[in-house]
């Protein structure tokens, strides 16, 4: 019905940059809130920052002022510029969206498969 398909992630070292994307596709009428959260090693997955329809932000206390959540709503997709990258940062990152399907019952909070952040010299 609908999927969620993360790109971006990588090897990067204390101090780079990374920009990841998450595209949706399926059967989407609209999108709601869109979100990054993240999940360390022996950690519970925790929210990064979110972008309602509207383009209002939110963002956890540790990157704020290091990342920029944004959306393209043509393209039905949510970036996550990152910069001034820390050791800490490293984590695997998945995306959600709030959609609202074209089909019935098929309504709902959608998760991407996760990508890779390593931030390590």
């Known amino acids: 019905q609908v999927q969620l398909v993360e790109s971006g992630g990588g090897l990067v070292q204390p101090g780079g940059s990374l920009r990841l994307s998450c595209a949706a596709s399926g059967s989407i009428f609209s999108i709601n809130d869109m979100a990054w959260y993240r999940q360390a090693p022996g950690k519970q997955r925790v929210l990064v920052a979110s972008?309602?329809?509207?383009?209002?932000?939110n963002y956890g206390d540790s990157v704020k002022g290091r990342f920029t959540i944004s959306r393209d709503n043509a393209e039905n997709t949510v970036y996550l510029q990152m910069t001034s990258l820390k050791p800490e940062d490293t984590a695997v990152y998945y995306c959600k969206a709030g959609i609202i399907s074209t089909m019935l019952s098929g309504s709902g909070d959608y998760w991407g498969q996760g990508t890779q952040v390593t931030v390590s010299s």
């Open positions: 972008i309602l329809n509207g383009g209002s932000t």
